[in-house]
């Protein structure tokens, strides 16, 4: 029976305010409780990122599991979440734990959960942990205790990565790439991945900064000011972004255009389709772009939409045959790796679609647009004093003079208009927040639908 009210998983895992929820308390019941589940004489493997004292916070996770007789494999340095992941399926590890918040402020830090296929914890899973919180106490050190073994992670992950991309066809080229870290465990792999290639790469951003220069290291535009400024300025041929783990991305084409992550899942699903030949459907969330929808009718494979959420796509990766799946926010996986999130990964291939075709990436992404479509994507966060929900039954029939043709609520709930804009209301599970999600073929129109949105909400009438 669950004991803690403070302890939460959410879509990725259990994040929490250092110092506050996050405290050495409950990550000790965190780690017992994953030791409760996963039983004595099993193997994790633990992973951590460049945060406030997340290498202490991995050691004491490694320490509670250790006492519970489980091996553990302790990583030497802060690593990306999927070089964790990784690690986790090629080590044939039980359970893999990354000690990360992610794309959230500072102050936070975070526990994920991976299986052992790499791919994330389904809700099942992080149901069962959350119900044997304070089952029992943190074990003490014992004559039961097993080692704990530290390692390097990186290099099997750079030697996988360099034997998944086409690096026969991109060896010669000479692109120029300014990769943004963000101060996060992205660091500099994309380097060492392209060592022996004549593509200049570039870094920024790159260095451990705990406080992450006093912003959020998310990948959205508005944090990505000095990375187009550079792109522009310094005329290189592509800008990638990767928020805290590196999990995910975005993208700045030549001219300091902003390549939204909804963009960025259309090119790589292209790409591996038709340049690599890879089979298999497409994987969106339901707040995904409706260009993903044009490009599956092209390419005649099947789309598949989920919740909100990776784990969602990580699932369908394992049980279905999937070229590409991906997030709005960025977080991609393909076929052929670990069904899980890797924005190097993602930067790479866009790099190799550029070598394949032979175009810089702003050629291709007009290319892309001029066929499926050219969409505009906002969101808001709306903050409120109390939590609110929209009621089904008194939303209205048509948004801005388009009628609404389909209503989906599996999570959320998402109006979609017969000219294919949309709008999309879904409420945080842990805070009073509303998050407004709008599309359209125009920006103003989807700039009015996230307005109509937040007046729907607030009761102010449509």
Not at 19 to 30: E, I, M, P, S
Not at 144 to 163: G, H, N
Request: glycine share 10%; net charge positive; with cysteine.
């Amino acid at each position: 029976m669950r004991g803690n009210n403070e302890i939460k998983f959410g879509t990725d895992g259990w994040r929490a305010v250092i110092g506050d929820t996050y405290t050495f308390k409950n990550l000790r019941a965190v780690a017992q409780a994953t030791a409760d589940y996963l039983g004595k004489g099993k193997k994790v493997v633990i992973g951590f990122d460049t945060r406030f004292m997340s290498a202490r916070f991995a050691q004491v996770v490694a320490q509670v599991l250790s006492n519970n007789a489980i091996r553990v494999i302790l990583s030497d340095r802060p690593v990306p979440t999927p070089a964790l992941s990784l690690a986790t399926r090629d080590l044939k590890a039980d359970l893999g734990i990354m000690i990360t918040a992610s794309h959230n402020p500072a102050e936070y830090n975070g526990f994920k959960v991976k299986m052992p296929s790499g791919g994330a914890a389904p809700v099942e899973v992080t149901r069962e942990i959350e119900n044997l919180l304070d089952e029992n106490p943190p074990a003490e050190n014992s004559e039961k205790a097993v080692s704990v073994e530290k390692t390097d992670l990186t290099a099997d992950y750079v030697k996988f990565i360099r034997s998944y991309i086409d690096f026969k066809k991109i060896r010669n080229k000479k692109f120029k790439v300014l990769v943004d870290a963000m101060y996060g465990s992205g660091d500099s792999f994309i380097a060492r991945i392209l060592k022996g290639s004549r593509i200049r790469v570039e870094f920024m951003r790159n260095t451990i900064n705990p406080s992450f220069g006093g912003s959020r290291p998310e990948p959205v535009e508005e944090n990505l000011g000095e990375l187009k400024e550079r792109v522009k300025k310094e005329k290189f041929d592509l800008g990638i972004a990767l928020d805290g783990d590196a999990d995910r991305i975005a993208a700045v084409a030549p001219g300091g255009i902003f390549i939204h992550p909804q963009k960025i899942l259309g090119l790589l699903a292209l790409h591996l389709n038709q340049d690599r030949g890879f089979s298999g459907g497409l994987v969106k969330t339901i707040c995904g772009t409706q260009m993903m929808d044009n490009i599956a009718a092209f390419l005649k494979i099947k789309l598949h939409e989920t919740p909100v959420g990776f784990k969602y796509i990580s699932n369908l990766m394992e049980t279905e045959d999937i070229v590409a799946g991906g997030e709005e926010a960025g977080g991609m996986g393909v076929k052929g790796y670990i069904p899980e999130r890797d924005g190097s990964m993602a930067g790479l291939l866009l790099i190799e679609m550029m070598a394949c075709r032979n175009k810089n990436i702003l050629k291709i992404l007009n290319e892309t647009e001029k066929q499926f479509g050219k969409y505009y994507y906002v969101r808001e966060d709306l903050h409120l004093e109390r939590r609110l929900e929209p009621q089904k039954d008194k939303l209205p029939a048509e948004l801005l003079g388009k009628r609404v043709v389909e209503v989906k609520d599996f999570d959320g709930i998402k109006m979609v208009c017969e000219d294919q804009s949309w709008l999309m209301f879904r409420g945080s599970g842990t805070e009073p927040i509303m998050r407004i999600y709008a599309e359209a073929k125009g920006l103003t129109r989807a700039k009015k639908l996230l307005q109509l949105g937040e007046r729907i909400i607030l009761g102010d009438g449509v």
